[in-house]
C-alpha cells in the first residue's frame, strides 16, 4: 500500500515529496517521467507478450522522447539476467516465478529509474532465485548508484542489501537504522529471522 500511494495509485493523506517536489498532484505517467519506478508483488507482466516487447514496454517514456540508448539499456538487462536473453522471444504468461520476477525488474531498469521501488521481490522464488535477485539490486545499487526502495517480508535478505531500514507493524514504523544495526537487534531476530 505503502508504495502505490508513493507512485499514485492509491489515494493517501499526508505528504510525498520526491528530490525535493511535492508529488502529490502528479500523475502516475508524470512519476515515472521524473524517474519513480514500481515493481509490484505481483509482477503485472503482458503475459502474451514476448519478454522483448515486455522490455521494450519499460523503455516507452524513453522512446517517446526519442531516446535511441533504449536498446542499450536492453543490452545491459541482458547481460544482467541471461535467462533473458535466452527466452526473449518466449511469451512472459510462461516463465517461471524467478523468471518473470527478473522481467519485470528488466523492465523497470528500461526505463532508466532514479528510484526503484521493489514490493516483495523474493515473495514465491526458490531461494537460489532469491540470491539472483538481491545480487542484482545490491550490484545495481552499488555500481549504477540506483536508489533502491524495497518492502520485503524477507528480512534477512533485505536488512543485509539495507542501507537503511525501518521496521512497520500495522503501519506504524516501529525501529529504524542501519541495515546491519537492525540485524544485530534481538527484537528483529526473534520476530523475522528465527
Do not use: C
Amino acid at each position: 500500500s505503502l508504495l502505490a500511494a508513493m507512485m499514485g495509485l492509491l489515494p493517501s493523506l499526508g505528504r510525498i515529496s520526491y528530490a525535493g517536489t511535492a508529488a502529490a498532484g502528479l500523475s502516475v505517467e508524470q512519476r515515472v517521467a521524473r524517474g519513480l519506478f514500481m515493481v509490484p508483488e505481483r509482477r503485472e507482466l503482458f503475459a502474451g507478450m514476448s519478454v522483448a516487447d515486455n522490455l521494450e514496454l519499460g523503455a516507452f517514456q524513453r522512446v517517446r522522447r526519442g531516446d535511441r540508448e533504449w536498446r542499450r539499456t536492453q543490452d545491459e538487462v541482458y547481460q544482467r539476467f541471461p535467462r533473458l536473453l535466452e527466452r526473449r522471444g518466449q511469451l512472459a504468461g510462461t516463465l517461471s516465478g524467478g523468471e518473470r520476477q527478473m522481467l519485470a525488474l528488466g523492465r523497470a531498469l528500461m526505463g532508466r529509474p532514479k528510484l526503484l521501488m521493489l514490493d516483495e521481490p523474493s515473495l514465491g522464488l526458490a531461494p537460489l532465485i532469491v540470491r539472483q535477485i538481491f545480487d542484482a539490486l545490491s550490484t545495481l545499487n552499488r555500481t549504477d548508484g540506483l536508489t533502491v526502495f524495497l518492502v520485503e517480508q524477507n528480512a534477512y535478505h533485505a536488512l543485509k542489501l539495507a542501507h537503511r531500514g525501518y521496521v512497520m507493524v500495522n503501519g506504524v514504523i516501529t525501529m529504524s537504522g542501519s541495515g546491519r544495526e537492525l540485524l544485530a537487534r534481538d527484537e528483529v531476530r526473534s520476530a523475522y529471522l528465527e
